[in-house]
């Protein structure tokens, strides 16, 4: 491994990117009209049931548990439950044992069940709670980030060397001393940087006007999003391994991407799917990427809480990169 | 074919040695048992029309593709990996970088080799100072050759691969093209190049060597092929200043208004027709070069 060389197709491929002002733009421009979009159209709280969290409810006698429209959702720890209320997960919290009740302030749906509370338990101590409310433009941020994130590596990497092989800039470099390797890690770190560049500056610049939930670390958000973006560059490296048809990789970059688009959690989470679908979005490196996030944004977990993901993240880059650099062809060997 | 049999003392003056290369894609013998030396300092030439097997053979001798079998030697030794660093290649057809300047590609080519030329003596050798500061996508044809021819110099190589280096050029920018050769060639580089211009080659090389479908039809230097095929020069005449008993009598051709009068002795010729009192207004004299050369060889013209 050669720095001199590395460096040098590294700061040419970023000056190509930065340079190329369509592309530049559209990359800024996509995920912030995608968010504008859907908070707008999902500002209305969709939620029809409320939930309320009962702490230990097989020892709880009361009517209140009867009623129509609520969905009561156990909980053996106060602790958990409380958190969850935070983040509006449930509308209101109840433990009949000792007599007390949490509201969460900020939320319109906790006031009317509390309304509904009162009229039939009037000597419980009542206790607050002040999560800020988590709207859907929060919810689906990382699913954008990510989605962006996804088609900037795939196409950004896969779309590129193709070109390149096509046009011989591949075959030109070959007959310099530069290595494969070199090359491809270039390649690779570049792809990191401007990716990782272009997300910070749409989370950044939108937080300014949508003040995003955050509980998490943004450490810990930062190092997911790398994990996510290394795994799925080296996915867009190995599906643009060989071809040397712009056609083929157009389509196989889309046959690669839609299912992470449909199936990785962008839009919706996969929490009532079939199972078989489950197991499908495992495989997908966008499914780790947002979950992750999603969980360090809303839950407020660690890396270590969210080793599931970031392991098969790792994994997944291993196995990518490993099969990418052995199939790699620079020319198009006639 | 060329060569083979030489002495040890001559060998070692070989930079290249190209032994019975083949080069097989599905069934098609894009290059056949193809054997050739190239001295130190010389200009090669690699003519032929297109899908010769030209660029298949120089490709093969840069590294670039492995050939089916046979074997190249660099002075006298296996090709190595680190020959990247002691050659200069121009590709027939290279894209280069989009939104990187002329002075931003040769940074980043400098940075690929070890042992690199001072930039400001590529820029006047190669004549790049009006457009350093242009983007790549911007140049026109000329530019973007010299540019090429740059980055083929870059690292200041003994042996530089030109591939139809001036292929789609206009006529002004070719020459220009061949003077920088020229000046690379008296700096007793060994430049390998290969093109289906015959003028080109007459300029250039040294030493040429024909192909046509993947086999070397000739090789030698182009005079030494011009006299051993043609010991005849030509000499045209407009038709209707020559006697058409002169014409029938001495079985002259007419061809496009011309008669054409191919002749070993031109001063018995030129009595003959003084004596025969034809006006010599419109004369025309002219040497067979490379063009006639192939025509003849191969019975069929460049096929452009």
Redesign the interface.
């Given at each position: 491994m050669n720095f001199k060389r590395f460096f040098a197709v590294f700061r040419a491929r970023n000056i190509e990117f930065f340079r190329d002002r369509s592309s530049l733009g559209w990359n800024l421009l996509f995920p912030i009209l995608m968010l504008v979009g859907l908070s707008f159209v999902f500002s209305g709280d969709g939620k029809a049931v409320y939930k309320v969290g009962v702490v230990n409810i097989a020892s709880v006698q009361s009517t209140f548990i009867e009623t129509r429209y609520v969905e009561f959702i156990d909980y053996e720890d106060k602790s958990s439950a409380t958190l969850k209320l935070e983040q509006h997960a449930i509308d209101f919290l109840v433990d009949f044992s000792d007599k007390s009740y949490w509201v969460n302030q900020g939320s319109p749906n906790s006031y009317l069940i509390e309304k509904i509370f009162i009229g039939q338990h009037t000597d419980f101590k009542r206790l607050e709670t002040n999560g800020k409310k988590i709207r859907y433009v929060d919810w689906v941020l990382p699913g954008i980030l990510g989605m962006n994130m996804m088609f900037s590596c795939l196409f950004g990497v896969g779309y590129v060397i193709v070109r390149y092989r096509k046009n011989s800039v591949l075959k030109r470099l070959k007959a310099t001393p530069l290595s494969a390797f070199e090359f491809v890690s270039a390649q690779l770190v570049s792809r990191i940087f401007i990716v990782m560049f272009m997300s910070s500056v749409v989370y950044i610049g939108c937080n300014f006007f949508f003040d995003f939930y955050m509980l998490g670390s943004y450490f810990d958000l930062f190092m997911i999003a790398v994990l996510g973006a290394i795994s799925l560059i080296s996915l867009g490296l190995l599906v643009a391994s060989r071809s040397k048809s712009e056609e083929l990789i157009g389509g196989l970059l889309n046959l690669t991407s839609w299912p992470m688009m449909l199936l990785s959690g962008v839009w919706f989470s996969l929490e009532g799917a079939p199972n078989a679908v489950k197991v499908l979005a495992d495989f997908l490196p966008l499914t780790h990427l947002v979950s992750g996030a999603r969980k360090v944004i809303t839950e407020g977990a660690t890396l270590a809480d969210i080793s599931y993901h970031v392991m098969a993240l790792l994994i997944m880059s291993a196995f990518s990169l490993a099969l990418g650099s052995y199939l790699f062809s620079w020319n198009t060997d006639r | 074919m060329t060569q083979v049999q030489e002495s040890p003392i001559e060998q070692k003056n070989y930079v290249i040695e190209v032994s019975n290369l083949v080069k097989s894609?599905k069934g098609v013998q894009a290059v056949d048992n193809v054997s050739f030396t190239i001295a130190k300092g010389h200009c090669f030439g690699l003519l032929g029309p297109n899908g010769a097997g030209k660029t298949t053979t120089i490709e093969i001798m840069?590294?670039?593709?492995k050939p089916t079998s046979g074997q190249v030697l660099y002075s006298g030794k296996a090709m190595s990996k680190?020959i990247?660093?002691q050659i200069g290649?121009q590709?027939q057809?290279?894209?280069?970088?989009?939104?990187?300047t002329v002075q931003?590609t040769l940074?980043?080519?400098?940075?690929?080799?070890?042992h690199t030329l001072p930039h400001e003596q590529l820029i006047a050798l190669c004549d790049l100072k009006d457009f350093l500061e242009r983007d790549n996508r911007l140049l026109s044809g000329g530019q973007r050759q010299r540019l090429l021819l740059a980055?083929a110099l870059i690292n200041d190589p003994e042996i530089i691969f030109l591939d139809e280096p001036t292929t789609g050029l206009d006529p002004q920018a070719r020459r220009n093209f061949w003077q920088l050769i020229k000046n690379i060639k008296a700096q007793n580089k060994t430049v390998i190049l290969t093109t289906h211009y015959m003028d080109e080659a007459e300029q250039l090389c040294d030493e040429v060597v024909i192909m046509d479908r993947g086999e070397i039809i000739e090789s030698g230097t182009p005079n030494q092929l011009l006299a051993k095929h043609f010991q005849k020069v030509f000499i045209y005449l407009p038709k209707e200043q020559v006697p058409q008993a002169l014409i029938e009598k001495n079985q002259w051709i007419i061809e496009n208004g011309r008669v054409e009068i191919s002749t070993k002795q031109v001063e018995e010729t030129i009595s003959l027709l003084i004596a025969s009192q034809v006006p010599l207004d419109g004369l025309q004299v002219k040497s067979p070069n490379l063009d006639d050369l192939f025509l003849k060889l191969t019975g069929h013209s460049l096929r452009e």
């Amino acid at each position: 491994m050669n720095f001199k060389r590395f460096f040098a197709v590294f700061r040419a491929r970023n000056i190509e990117f930065f340079r190329d002002r369509s592309s530049l733009g559209w990359n800024l421009l996509f995920p912030i009209l995608m968010l504008v979009g859907l908070s707008f159209v999902f500002s209305g709280d969709g939620k029809a049931v409320y939930k309320v969290g009962v702490v230990n409810i097989a020892s709880v006698q009361s009517t209140f548990i009867e009623t129509r429209y609520v969905e009561f959702i156990d909980y053996e720890d106060k602790s958990s439950a409380t958190l969850k209320l935070e983040q509006h997960a449930i509308d209101f919290l109840v433990d009949f044992s000792d007599k007390s009740y949490w509201v969460n302030q900020g939320s319109p749906n906790s006031y009317l069940i509390e309304k509904i509370f009162i009229g039939q338990h009037t000597d419980f101590k009542r206790l607050e709670t002040n999560g800020k409310k988590i709207r859907y433009v929060d919810w689906v941020l990382p699913g954008i980030l990510g989605m962006n994130m996804m088609f900037s590596c795939l196409f950004g990497v896969g779309y590129v060397i193709v070109r390149y092989r096509k046009n011989s800039v591949l075959k030109r470099l070959k007959a310099t001393p530069l290595s494969a390797f070199e090359f491809v890690s270039a390649q690779l770190v570049s792809r990191i940087f401007i990716v990782m560049f272009m997300s910070s500056v749409v989370y950044i610049g939108c937080n300014f006007f949508f003040d995003f939930y955050m509980l998490g670390s943004y450490f810990d958000l930062f190092m997911i999003a790398v994990l996510g973006a290394i795994s799925l560059i080296s996915l867009g490296l190995l599906v643009a391994s060989r071809s040397k048809s712009e056609e083929l990789i157009g389509g196989l970059l889309n046959l690669t991407s839609w299912p992470m688009m449909l199936l990785s959690g962008v839009w919706f989470s996969l929490e009532g799917a079939p199972n078989a679908v489950k197991v499908l979005a495992d495989f997908l490196p966008l499914t780790h990427l947002v979950s992750g996030a999603r969980k360090v944004i809303t839950e407020g977990a660690t890396l270590a809480d969210i080793s599931y993901h970031v392991m098969a993240l790792l994994i997944m880059s291993a196995f990518s990169l490993a099969l990418g650099s052995y199939l790699f062809s620079w020319n198009t060997d006639r | 074919m060329t060569q083979v049999q030489e002495s040890p003392i001559e060998q070692k003056n070989y930079v290249i040695e190209v032994s019975n290369l083949v080069k097989s894609y599905k069934g098609v013998q894009a290059v056949d048992n193809v054997s050739f030396t190239i001295a130190k300092g010389h200009c090669f030439g690699l003519l032929g029309p297109n899908g010769a097997g030209k660029t298949t053979t120089i490709e093969i001798m840069e590294g670039i593709i492995k050939p089916t079998s046979g074997q190249v030697l660099y002075s006298g030794k296996a090709m190595s990996k680190d020959i990247s660093q002691q050659i200069g290649i121009q590709f027939q057809s290279t894209a280069l970088q989009d939104f990187l300047t002329v002075q931003e590609t040769l940074n980043l080519f400098t940075a690929f080799y070890d042992h690199t030329l001072p930039h400001e003596q590529l820029i006047a050798l190669c004549d790049l100072k009006d457009f350093l500061e242009r983007d790549n996508r911007l140049l026109s044809g000329g530019q973007r050759q010299r540019l090429l021819l740059a980055l083929a110099l870059i690292n200041d190589p003994e042996i530089i691969f030109l591939d139809e280096p001036t292929t789609g050029l206009d006529p002004q920018a070719r020459r220009n093209f061949w003077q920088l050769i020229k000046n690379i060639k008296a700096q007793n580089k060994t430049v390998i190049l290969t093109t289906h211009y015959m003028d080109e080659a007459e300029q250039l090389c040294d030493e040429v060597v024909i192909m046509d479908r993947g086999e070397i039809i000739e090789s030698g230097t182009p005079n030494q092929l011009l006299a051993k095929h043609f010991q005849k020069v030509f000499i045209y005449l407009p038709k209707e200043q020559v006697p058409q008993a002169l014409i029938e009598k001495n079985q002259w051709i007419i061809e496009n208004g011309r008669v054409e009068i191919s002749t070993k002795q031109v001063e018995e010729t030129i009595s003959l027709l003084i004596a025969s009192q034809v006006p010599l207004d419109g004369l025309q004299v002219k040497s067979p070069n490379l063009d006639d050369l192939f025509l003849k060889l191969t019975g069929h013209s460049l096929r452009e």
